[in-house]
């Protein structure tokens, strides 16, 4: 597990981890206020206790009678609403205080509410670099999940295992722990759109582009949040390349930048958004806008050392898309940065493909239904925006 910080500690570290993020001093002076509460809630008992919380309810705009006793299920919600805000803005070390403050608040007999807070500290984890004690975070969950007949924390858990077995490149692993999630009654529908994602992925490695469509899709349409949603677009995005159609994936990308992506979805997609490039324009378009790509990754990686695979994983693009157009030089830098970090973190997928870089496929037939979707990527908000250049990513 990972040690939680006191809260104001843990925000110095996610500050110097995103340095030069513009984030609000507001936003920020306003989540360090109600994480102090629920820390100085967590460490006192009675009527104390409940004016803080109260305190914190009302700082998140939710109405609470004074009458009515401060129900656990709001508090867990309020919390864990508000650490996803922090997280979205990659301060996950703020964001695992609160829910370790918000631990410590809920009691042994809450199995469900402790559950779903420990699978996104495992979450929380994972995009920190931290495999190890997000392994130990999602068994617990799987434990709890076990023991008390909860299949939404078994669910949960699944999930977990099947991402990190992806990440270290262990895709049959990976596929025993997404199958059975479509198949549980009483699984999250958060965990069912993101099993699909994670299903989209595994089709279209084994070069099913169909099937991996269809998750894709689904997860686009099942999306319940805007974050959910451009997660959903880019991946349908990246298949696009995938089967051999960057002009599509382009306009893809596009759409998905158009939707103003939390920090840690525009490394993706400025990644698969620069191979995209590479592969469909014309040289000279194509290299101005890689390079584009390149200074504005430089500006993203200072300030996202806190997600050591994402970062990764666009550096490998970006070298393969300046090897593309012709920028040796650089592309190699890139890819010397990305192996280094890609080995520190055990990251033996992307150690692989630097090996073996990915090279643009003839275009693969598509059934009429992928067709379809393809077509509807095509006319969403922002697809258009391709024609505009590297106006669209200069920002």
């Not at 843990?10 to 509460?37: K, M, N, P, Q, Y």
């Not at 699978?119 to 969950?141: D, F, H, M, N, P």
């Not at 007949?149 to 991402?163: K, N, Q, V």
């Not at 275009?363 to 393809?374: F, R, S, Y």
Request: aromatic share 6%; proline share 4%; net charge negative.
């Amino acid at each position: 597990m990972l040690a939680p910080l006191p809260c104001v500690e843990a925000f110095r570290r996610d500050a110097v981890s995103i340095d030069g993020v513009e984030l609000d001093d507001g936003v920020a002076a306003s989540w360090l206020e109600s994480a102090t509460r629920l820390e100085r809630a967590a460490m006192t008992r009675g009527a104390e206790r409940e004016r803080l919380l109260a305190g914190l309810l009302a700082r998140q705009d939710v109405v609470q009678f004074p009458s009515t006793p401060i129900s656990h299920a709001v508090v867990a919600a309020t919390v864990t609403k508000l650490a996803a805000e922090i997280e979205d803005e990659a301060c996950f070390r703020l964001a695992h205080s609160v829910l370790s403050a918000l631990l410590a608040l809920l009691p042994q007999s809450e199995i469900l509410l402790r559950g779903r807070v420990i699978a996104v500290q495992a979450r929380l984890a994972r995009q920190l670099g931290e495999i190890a004690a997000s392994t130990r975070y999602y068994k617990e969950v799987e434990q709890l999940g076990a023991e008390h007949s909860l299949p939404e924390l078994t669910g949960r858990a699944s999930l977990g295992f099947a991402i990190l077995a992806r990440l270290r490149g262990d895709f049959p692993s990976a596929r025993r722990y997404l199958a059975p999630i479509l198949e549980l009654e009483g699984v999250s529908q958060e965990t069912v759109n993101y099993a699909h994602h994670e299903l989209l992925v595994m089709a279209a490695t084994a070069g099913d582009y169909d099937t991996a469509a269809r998750h894709g899709w689904f997860a686009f349409k099942s999306a319940s949040t805007s974050v959910e949603e451009t997660e959903a677009l880019f991946n349908l995005a990246q298949l696009l390349f995938d089967a051999g159609y960057p002009r599509a994936a382009l306009r893809g990308f596009a759409a998905a930048m158009a939707r103003k992506p939390i920090l840690r979805h525009e490394l993706p997609i400025l990644g698969g958004a620069a191979c995209a490039a590479a592969a469909s324009l014309p040289k000279v378009a194509a290299r101005a806008l890689v390079r584009n790509f390149a200074e504005r990754l430089d500006d993203l990686v200072k300030r996202c050392s806190s997600v050591p695979h994402l970062v990764a994983s666009a550096m490998v693009e970006l070298s393969e898309a300046l090897a593309t157009v012709g920028d040796e030089e650089r592309a190699e830098t890139l890819a010397q940065q990305a192996g280094d970090l890609a080995n520190r973190h055990g990251f033996y997928q992307l150690i692989h493909r630097l090996e073996n870089p990915v090279l643009v496929a003839e275009p693969v037939p598509l059934a009429p239904a992928t067709q379809e979707i393809l077509a509807a990527v095509d006319e969403l908000e922002g697809a258009e925006l391709v024609a505009a250049g590297s106006s669209l990513f200069s920002r």
